[in-house]
């Protein structure tokens, strides 16, 4: 027993253990997994705490920390920048590529006499004779305005004078200089790895919080507290979800805002045009019965809010429609009715002629304004070239969403 004590204590004055070189990478290994888990979840902290203090809480409450503002006077500077070295870029490269067309005709540049010179030169006739390239040329232009009027053009992207280093753009002059291929880089990272992420969270968010917000106002006995309620959780998710946009909006002449028991009516250029005007106010929607994730929003919603759903079929029965909303506008009390009269979305650039079924309900109108600036991000959507899907990737991948409202007194039949 001496000589084992004796052995154990050599051993423990040495510290020789045949386990001890195991143990103690074990130990480094564990602490070093311990240490990037302790870093991962300081990093998550942070960034719940960024989303939800800086973001969210300032969107509850219709406040501005200025980031955004600071934000978008910075890309409107390199905007202005890359402007100046596309111009120089010019006259100094001859070869550069002319700008796409929108329209659905590519025309000819040039003017008129210009053309009509060519054609006479190409043909081997004398100086004043008839010629049939000349009534073939009229009839081609007189086509060209018919394909591509004034109507066919609000259906097409607006052209913007300078490029806003969006590849969607008209003009991709990004290869002009290494400088400003290097900014269009930096940009999509910024849009894609940073702002795209954040948006994403932000929207989901704010489709949660209204889901989860209506559906239990709706358990709620009828009456002022449920209507308040049912107001408050709507102006607050809307809000999120302009800031998942990156959403500068300026109301303008706000004593004219809509008022309970009257209609709204605006242009459209955008699905999102309905978060735009619900960030200043509740409105009641009107639209058809969908399914998927739009049919579970709309059901939730009106548990809380009376808006109008009309099935299908109910959608072709104009006197049904109108008896619904006479019915809705007779009770002071609801919410107003927010109708896009054009009946489909336009470029932002005019307003198309609006469906008079909107006027025919004897009650107040208010119109409003709404006018997107194109220079940071192409709010129009284009339904017949992008799905819903796509066209809101587009968007949370632009670089901002800035947009003035104009409330414009309010009108009555006389």
């Keep these: 027993m001496t000589a084992a004590g004796g052995v154990a204590s050599g051993s423990r004055q040495t510290g020789f253990s045949p386990w001890t070189n195991t143990s103690r990478g074990s130990a480094k290994s564990i602490w070093t997994l311990r240490r990037s888990h302790r870093c991962q979840f300081a990093d998550d902290e942070m960034w719940v705490f960024v989303v939800v203090f800086f973001i969210m809480f300032p969107a509850m409450f219709g406040l501005s920390l200025g980031v955004t503002g600071v934000y978008i006077q910075i890309l409107v500077k390199i905007f202005e920048w890359a402007t100046v070295r596309i111009q120089r870029g010019r006259q100094e490269q001859s070869s550069l590529p002319v700008p796409l067309h929108t329209g659905i005709i590519e025309r000819a540049s040039g003017s008129m006499q210009e053309q009509m010179g060519q054609l006479r030169r190409s043909q081997p006739t004398a100086a004043g004779e008839f010629c049939l390239s000349d009534a073939m040329y009229f009839c081609k232009k007189g086509l060209e305005s018919i394909v591509d009027d004034q109507v066919t053009q609000r259906f097409s992207s607006e052209e913007l004078a300078s490029w806003n280093l969006l590849t969607r753009t008209n003009q991709n002059f990004y290869y002009i200089s290494l400088r400003l291929t290097i900014i269009w880089g930096l940009g999509v990272f910024v849009r894609y790895c940073i702002l795209f992420p954040l948006r994403i969270a932000l929207a989901i968010i704010g489709l949660s919080w209204l889901v989860i917000g209506t559906t239990v106002v709706g358990f709620l006995p009828e009456g002022s507290v449920k209507n308040w309620l049912s107001e ?71 548990r809380s809010c009376p808006h109008v759903w009309f099935e299908r079929s109910e959608m072709k029965d104009r006197h049904t429609v109108t008896s619904r909303l006479r019915d809705h506008i007779a009770a002071k009390t609801k919410l107003p009715i927010l109708i896009f009269p054009e009946g489909t979305c336009v470029n932002n650039t005019s307003v198309m002629m609006f469906k008079k079924g909107s006027f025919e309900i004897e009650g107040t109108i208010h119109p409003v304004a709404i006018k997107y600036d194109p220079r940071l991000g192409d709010a129009f959507w284009n339904s017949s070239k992008y799905n819903m899907v796509s066209y809101l990737l587009r968007m949370m991948t632009s670089w901002a969403i800035v947009v003035n409202v104009w409330y414009l007194p309010p009108m009555t039949i006389q």
Excluded: F
């Design 232 to 302: 408050l959780v709507h102006l607050t998710c809307y809000r999120i979800c302009a800031r998942g946009l990156s959403a500068t909006i300026h109301y303008h002449n706000k004593e004219n805002r809509p008022k309970k028991g009257g209609i709204c009516v605006a242009n459209h250029t955008t699905p999102i045009d309905v978060v735009i005007l619900a960030n200043d106010g509740c409105y009641a929607m009107v639209g058809q019965i969908h399914g998927g994730l739009m049919g579970v929003l709309q059901r939730s919603m009106v």
